[in-house]
Nanobody, 117 residues
């Protein structure tokens, strides 16, 4: 299984970025997909998740109304559209794939997002 994130970079406060995570080696449509982030000196936290069936979504309170998670099962890809970015959104963003009640998670290598003027 391989998850490859892309789309990170440096953006000014108030700007936007779209992260992508391309998956291979798994039946993508069966997996819940999530984005996590980890800032320096802080624990990794869940940012957003999207289920495998019905594509229900949930978000951290800190990103509600600013970030949108979506998936394209035909392309085995999950996206995170980030808008109105704030300096506190600066972190390494990781893609994660798992299935409910199965204690296995797959992680990408992460992509750096820096929000700074």
């Amino acid at each position: 299984v391989q998850l490859v994130e892309s789309g990170g970079g440096l953006v000014q406060p108030g700007g936007s970025l779209r992260l992508s995570c391309a998956a291979s080696g798994l039946t993508f449509s069966n997996y819940r997909m999530s984005w996590y982030r980890q800032a320096p000196g802080k624990e990794r936290e869940l940012v957003a998740a999207i289920t495998s069936v019905g594509s229900s979504t949930n978000y951290a309170d800190s990103v509600k109304g600013r970030f949108t998670i979506s998936r394209d099962d035909a392309k085995n890809t999950v996206y995170l559209q980030m808008s109105s970015l704030k300096p506190e959104d600066t972190a390494v963003y990781y893609c994660c794939a798992d299935r409910p009640w199965i204690p296995v998670q797959y992680w990408g290598q992460g992509t750096q997002v820096t929000v700074s003027s």
